[in-house]
């Protein structure tokens, strides 16, 4: 069983930076591909990034291109989310979410998931 813990989130303003990170326990997820969605209020739950179990491979949704980065840490057993150039739009409650290799944006296919951290941006 896996348990995470997602942090670093809160208020912030247009054009600022936050750094997610997703910690988890139970057991080591270095085998274990990572996901961070985001889910609005009023909107359906949306894949944001992945990454493969080794770091090598990330993808992204495309709001998240070019603004967004997806890192890990095995020896911490943590995952990051980098957001960068902060939008309104981008207001959501952030899970991370593990799963036995897949990486890609089907929720379903995820197994394990944290409870999420609040990220509002506002001016």
Same mark, same amino acid.
């Given at each position: 069983? *896996?348990? /995470?813990?997602? @942090? ?5 303003? $247009?054009?600022?930076? /936050? !750094? ?8 080591? #997820?270095?085998?274990?591909? =990572? ?5 609005? $209020? ?8 992945? #990454?493969?179990?080794?770091?090598? !491979? ?8 070019? !603004?967004?980065?997806? @890192? !890990? ?5 943590? *995952?990051? /989310?980098? =957001?960068?150039?902060?939008? $309104? ?13 897949? =990486?890609?944006? #089907? ?14 941006? @506002?001016?």
């Amino acid at each position: 069983q *896996v348990q /995470l813990v997602e @942090s670093g989130g809160g208020l912030v303003q $247009p054009g600022d930076s /936050l !750094r997610l990170s997703c910690a988890a326990s139970g057991r080591t #997820i270095s085998s274990n591909g =990572m996901g961070w969605f985001r889910k609005a $209020p009023g909107k359906e739950r949306e894949f944001v990034a992945g #990454i493969s179990w080794s770091g090598g !491979r990330t993808h992204y949704a495309d709001s998240a291109k070019g !603004r967004f980065a997806i @890192s !890990r840490d095995n020896a911490k057993n943590t *995952v990051y /989310l980098q =957001m960068n150039s902060l939008k $309104p739009e981008d207001t959501a409650v952030y899970c991370c979410a593990a799963s036995s290799g897949y =990486m890609g944006e #089907i929720a379903r296919l995820y197994d394990y998931w944290g409870q999420g951290t609040q990220v509002t941006v @506002s001016s």
